[in-house]
């Protein structure tokens, strides 16, 4: 499901969900994958690592800021021996380099990292023949409110702007 996701490819189901588990049904049935894989952009991703039974998969999404894309990473296990394989990266190695940061969520366990910037290093645990996918959300830069944030089907939420009033340098 995550790699179909990052390709932006269709979905054939040959199954009826009447009847499927449940669990392969919440698979099926994840809102936050199918919107990577329905993003407005429509760019399809690629491998950008391979080594060892271990893939990197890439695909730029939206929101964008200036010139950089969000992303949805997916870090694939096609290794059988056993045991989850450790799997620890930059945001700057995947090619996530907005000096702003990311907002980093695991779209499978519903984990939200908050903002990375592209120095720090992630560890993501994967299971033999399994999948771990991330959505890395490029965010704006509020020192300077006159270069806009652009963004499509998904609304910016910062939980500041409920505490804090944030002005415009302008309205004074």
Known sequence: MAIWAILAAPLLMSVDLRTIRPEYKAILQNKKIIAVDQDPLGI????I???KGIEIWSRPITPL?????????????KRTDGTPSDVAVTLKELGLTSPTGYQVEDLYEDVNYGVLSPQTKIKVKVNPSGVVILRADVQPDFSNRRIPFYTTQRTVYNPLDQVFRVRNTNEF
Request: positive net charge.
């Open 44 to 47: 399809q991703g690629r491998r």
């Open 49 to 51: 690592y391979k080594h």
């Open 65 to 77: 800021y200036q010139n950089y894309f969000s992303y949805a990473i997916a870090f694939v296990n």
